[in-house]
């Protein structure tokens, strides 16, 4: 009898898998263990760990407790939370505590601190911990009563999905971004809901880590249960002396055959926006949009507070000034790399350019704090989301588009196509 041939997703489910069966298929529910846990201080607002905290952990080495999404606390409720969340890293006896200041956000910093490997899953609350397909493993938001088993026991379940093959080539062409490579796909494929997504293709070898996590990250946004990208030398040269263990990349089985297929040529997408309330087969070239006036910029989220980022804000900003009618903010994911940023000196062109760089944290792109928008206002955002009510009042307007289309309009007034200061492919 042949074997069945298996994709990365379904080879690292079976290798954490606690059944003795030799192979998985699309439907199957698979009980795993986990490589680490991570809890965020948004779940100090959920009784369920207010009101019944675990007892011990599993393995206190293996779990990590990150403040990002509401760092520092903005109102009563979130204090009284968080103070209950440090009383139990105490009580847990958790090392891994990152209070206000020593983390940003929970995906960017694990990257950092090296735990995202490949062939691990890691269990995290946060929608967008499909993050770590960048990183050849997996990761996917659970709710926070799952996540407190997970805290007691070290094991969680997932149902087996069909996997769709998105190849990726050529390189991408200033001045377009991996934001709107993402943005591309997610306007022609549209939603997969319980579905995973594999990437391949010659194009990946010419992405950074930074731009590859942008697009695992979005894909969050299609509904999709896993997305994850191949181990290669780039990965291999980022993980160097920063993994914390020793790991097992994963390659698909040759032959194994998906779902559906996908190709995209990345020289040929050019800097794309998504229009207000959702993403799915809703974006468009930034260039057919037309000029539509903002009243805040927002660059940052675990997806674009990368230092690739912040650089290509810095400079379309550099000797600029933003519109007088618009605000920019400007959140660095990490501590590390708001570092880095000052030290390359964006931080300081950002500023003079009249813009306004926040502490690393979720802050604005979920609407917490850090720039909440009010009625009848327009925002353009290299965040993650922009659902109505995402980022503040139901009423105000999100557009989304990349950092690089985001500084532009912070400059213009109106959503504008960063190829004006850029030049490229597309001007």
Not at 105 to 111: E, L, R
Not at 298 to 325: M, Q, T, Y
Request: net charge negative.
């Amino acid at each position: 009898m042949v074997a069945n041939l298996l994709n990365m997703i379904e080879k690292i489910l079976l290798a954490h898998s606690d059944s003795d069966t030799k192979t998985v298929s699309p439907g199957d529910i698979v009980n795993v263990s986990v490589d680490r846990v991570m809890l965020l201080d948004i779940a100090g607002l959920h009784p369920e760990l207010i009101n019944n905290p675990p007892k011990e952990a599993f393995d206190r080495s293996k779990l990590a407790i990150i403040f990002d999404h509401f760092a520092p606390a903005p109102n009563i409720e979130m204090a009284i939370g968080t103070s209950k969340i440090r009383k139990l890293a105490h009580k847990l006896g958790v090392n891994d505590f990152y209070d206000y200041g020593r983390a940003g956000i929970s995906h960017a910093f694990a990257a950092e601190r090296g735990w995202l490997l490949p062939g691990r899953i890691i269990a995290n609350t946060d929608s967008h911990s499909i993050a770590a397909g960048a990183y050849n493993m997996l990761s996917r938001g659970l709710g926070t009563p799952e996540l407190l088993q997970v805290i007691c026991t070290g094991r969680t379940w997932f149902i087996v999905g069909e996997t769709v093959n998105i190849e990726l080539n050529g390189s991408m062409q200033s001045p377009t971004e991996s934001k709107d490579v993402f943005l591309k796909l997610a306007g022609e494929i549209g939603d997969l809901p319980n579905e995973n997504i594999e990437f391949s293709g010659e194009g990946i070898g010419q992405m950074t880590m930074d731009q590859r996590s942008v697009v695992s990250t979005m894909c969050a946004e299609l509904s999709v249960e896993f997305a994850i990208f191949p181990y290669d030398k780039v990965l291999k040269s980022y993980l160097k002396n920063r993994a914390e263990s020793y790991f097992r990349p994963v390659r698909p089985d040759e032959h194994t055959e998906y779902s559906r297929y996908y190709s995209f040529d990345m020289r040929d997408i050019p800097p794309m926006v998504a229009l207000p309330d959702s993403v799915s087969r809703n974006t468009k070239p930034v260039s057919e949009l037309g000029n539509i006036p903002v009243d805040q910029c927002v660059i940052g989220s675990c997806a674009n507070g990368r230092i690739e980022d912040l650089e290509s804000a810095a400079r379309i900003l550099k000797g600029r000034k933003v519109h007088r009618d618009t605000r920019l903010i400007v959140t660095p994911a990490t501590p590390e790399i708001y570092r880095n940023a000052e030290r390359l000196g964006y931080i300081g062109e950002i500023i003079d350019a009249g813009g306004m760089v926040t502490n690393p944290t979720c802050g604005s792109c979920m609407g917490g704090h850090m720039g909440i928008l009010a009625d009848g206002e327009t925002a353009i955002t290299s965040t993650t989301r922009n659902f109505r009510g995402r980022m503040g009042s139901r009423e105000a307007k999100i557009y989304m588009a990349s950092s690089a289309t985001v500084a532009a309009s912070a400059i213009k007034g109106y959503v504008a196509d960063p190829s004006e200061f850029l030049g490229g492919a597309f001007s």
